[in-house]
């Protein structure tokens, strides 16, 4: 099983994004009766219950917003497979201390609803009375019914349960409403003394443990054991990693890994994989035809990454890819990085005559102005491709690229300003931007998602088969070579090094760099660089600095 998952839809007469997706005819009929409390963001969730004839899971996602909508879809997808899954495997036992992290989840909803408003405090001391006296006879589990999935019968310990997708066996029912009947005592006790004036910090929020973090020990003691599909790791590693700045090209990638690792399994469960899986997964890839460098740097990096991550969270009891490496062999290099001058000299005239032809205007234009753009600034393909015309903006009077995470992905996932060579204004460039429509110069963003990773890709790929028309070997890519070259010519012209780590977004090699000072000088350095000469030489190297 893949990771092809299904995608948010539209309903008539709603604007906002649908869920939709089937209850697997397995266990159709265990899930009848059965509440489902389905987590859309922080603090919302959809409320439901199952009924005999319910064949389809189907709720607003509550956002217009096609990326959000799509997170929101996959998170659903993986908490609802964790449902499914338990009902499967049937009713199951709880440890005392998940019992005591479920019942904490309840205090705290309570007390979090209550406390900044809770009138009087004899309101709190009644229903502490009422707890202690006749709560034996309300906190009673309920009669089981043969074939039927076994609940609470307490409403919000149901809706607890269910975001969880915790189907419980009798045991454990018993014994979580004996957790919760305490909880609901210390419950009016707090909220009592919020009442007369108390708002002390609460010493009982630190007492609950957290039900995720109890997965590993209730494996060993045979209870709910951590259960993860791939889909829910990547997100929740996701949810993270984005907030710390991780680049969206590297979810990405982490997702075409996991698809990968998924096909060669047939299932798509992280719970399940073993050490032996992730060696057969490395031979396997191997045996495609893959270098060992993909597959060290690419297929092991990311699975290590993400299943690390899950055990050090908590979400996992082991890592399958603890020991896995893969010693790569000897490079042999048979050229440099580098374009020669020839090499630049033919990509670059080839841009400035490239014809049109079948290609839509943004990608003939990306041919056109891309390898120049590439050729006086240092920056990767993927940079270039997303420039927006509001990115080109004129700075303490002199013209730049700002280079920014906002129109995608940056790898340092930091801004900088680019300054534009005289050349490249001589040649047209600004009249180009000028002309163009707001937005994307070179790329369109998918109608469906308002983002555009997809579409740069397939622009750097056109673009990489453009600039191998004019390049002879395999060991120097038609993009990424303008790189190296870019910064040989900065070395031969002088350039000063920080500067021009600042121009090309190469990490600064000391505190000063990374810490202090803005961008003085660049356009200066910038200007140290000569035209590029396209006149006919047999020269090899860098430019000699002739003009056109």
Known sequence: MGLRLPSPTSRGGSSFRQFKARIPADIRGKAAGLKLSIPISDGEAAELQISEKTEIIQFSLRTRDPAVAKTRQVAALAHLEGVWQSLREGPKRLIHRQLVALSGEAYRRLTST???????????????????????????????????????GQGLLDEILARHGLVLDEESVSALLHEYRKRLIEVAQRLRANASGDYRPDPNLERFPSINAEAASADAAGGVGPRLSFAELLEAWWAERSAA??????????????????????????????????????????????SIKTVKDTDLSALKSLFGWAVSNRKLSTDPTIGVKLKPGRTIVARQKWFSEEEARRILRGALTVERGQDTEKTWLAKRWAPWLMAYSGARVGEIAQLRKQDIQQIGGAWHMVITPEAGSVKTGKYRNVPLHPHLVELGFLEMVKARPDGYLFVDPKADRGTVPGTVSGLVNRLSEFGRRFVQGR??????????????????????????????????????????????????????????????????????????
């Open 114 to 152: 209550f406390e900044d408003d809770p009138g009087t405090p004899s309101r709190w001391e009644y229903f502490e009375q009422y707890i202690v006296h006749v709560g034996e006879l309300i906190f009673r589990p309920p009669t089981s019914v043969p074939g039927m999935p076994t609940r609470t």
């Open 245 to 290: 700045g991780t680049a969206k090209s590297t979810y990405t990638n982490y997702r075409g890994t996991l698809r990968h690792l998924a096909a060669f399994l047939k299932h798509d469960q992280a719970h399940q994989v073993r050490p032996e899986d992730i060696v057969a997964y490395k031979d396997h890839r191997l045996a495609e035809g893959r």
């Open 475 to 548: 060991g120097v890519s038609p993009n990424h070579g303008w790189r190296h070259y870019f910064i040989n010519r900065a070395r031969e012209h002088g350039m000063d090094t920080e500067l021009r780590n600042m121009i090309t977004g190469h990490t600064a090699r000391d505190v000063a760099g990374k810490v202090y000072g803005g961008p003085a000088g660049l356009v200066r350095e910038i200007n140290k660089l000569p035209r590029i000469s396209l006149e006919e030489s047999k020269e090899q190297g860098l430019a000699s600095g002739r003009a056109i």
